[in-house]
T-cell receptor, first 116, second 113 residues
C-alpha cells in the first residue's frame, strides 16, 4: 500500500538553528499539505500545494518558514531560525485530485521537532 | 471563522462498552465530514467520511457516524469497543468556502481491558 514518507522522524535542535523536513507524497498525488500539530490540538495547516504551485500559505510564518515543491513531487519545509515555540509535530499529507470538497488526504508519520 | 468542536478531550471506557464521541462544526454552508484515527505510534488514518446520501455512514473496524445537518453534528459511534480501539480520534470538516480541512482538537480514547 502506497504511503506518504517523511524524514527525519525526530529532530532535536537548538533555537536559532535551521531545520528542514522532507516529504514524499503518494505517487501521482497532485496536492500536498504541510501541517503543524501542537500536543493536545488538531493539525493546523501551514501550506498547501497544487502540483508545484502554492495554493495557500496564509498561515505560514513567512519570516522564518519556507516551503517548496519544485518539481511537483516531493517537498521540503524549512525553519530558519527555529524558536522554542516551534516544537511540535510536523505532518505532511497528500491528496489525489485538486483541493476540493472531496479530496481525501493521506498522512505521513510526521516529524517531531524539539527546539531546546 | 469555521471551527470544529470535540466535546471530550479524554474518554475512558471498559471493553464492550458503547462509544459515542461528539463533534460539532460551525459553518452554515456545504461541508464534507471526516473522522480520522491515530493509533499509538502510528500516523493519522481515515476512519470514515461523509460526502452525501445516507447521513449514517459506516467506516472501518465497526465504527459509524451520523450527520445531523440541523445540529451541525457528526458524532462517532461504536456499539462495543475493544482494547485495540485505544487511540486519538479527530473530527474534521472541509467547508465549501476554502476546501481546507478544519480540525477538532481530538479525543483521546482509552479502553481498559
Amino acid at each position: 500500500e502506497a504511503e506518504v514518507a517523511q524524514s527525519p522522524r525526530y529532530k532535536i535542535t537548538e533555537k536559532s538553528q535551521a531545520v528542514a523536513f522532507w516529504c514524499d507524497p503518494i505517487s501521482g498525488h497532485a496536492t500536498l499539505y504541510w501541517y503543524r500539530q501542537i500536543l493536545g490540538q488538531g493539525p493546523e495547516l501551514l501550506v498547501q500545494f497544487q502540483d508545484e504551485s502554492v495554493v495557500d500559505d496564509s498561515q505560514l510564518p513567512k519570516d522564518r518558514f519556507s516551503a517548496e515543491r519544485l518539481k511537483g513531487v516531493d517537498s521540503t519545509l524549512k525553519i530558519q531560525p527555529a524558536e522554542l515555540g516551534d516544537s511540535a509535530m510536523y505532518l505532511c499529507a497528500s491528496g489525489q485530485g485538486a483541493a476540493d470538497l472531496y479530496n481525501e488526504q493521506f498522512f505521513g508519520p510526521g516529524t517531531r521537532l524539539t527546539v531546546l | 471563522a469555521q471551527s470544529v468542536s470535540q466535546h471530550n478531550h479524554h474518554v475512558i471506557l471498559s471493553e464492550a462498552a458503547s462509544l459515542e464521541l461528539g463533534c460539532n462544526y460551525s459553518y452554515g454552508g456545504t461541508v464534507n465530514l471526516f473522522w480520522y484515527v491515530q493509533y499509538p505510534g502510528q500516523h493519522l488514518q481515515l476512519l470514515l467520511k461523509y460526502f452525501s446520501g445516507d447521513p449514517l455512514v459506516k467506516g472501518i473496524k465497526g465504527f459509524e457516524a451520523e450527520f445531523i445537518k440541523s445540529k451541525f453534528s457528526f458524532n462517532l459511534r461504536k456499539p462495543s469497543v475493544q482494547w485495540s480501539d485505544t487511540a486519538e480520534y479527530f473530527c474534521a470538516v472541509i467547508p465549501d468556502s476554502n476546501y481546507q480541512l478544519i480540525w477538532g482538537a481530538g479525543t483521546k480514547l482509552i479502553i481498559k481491558p
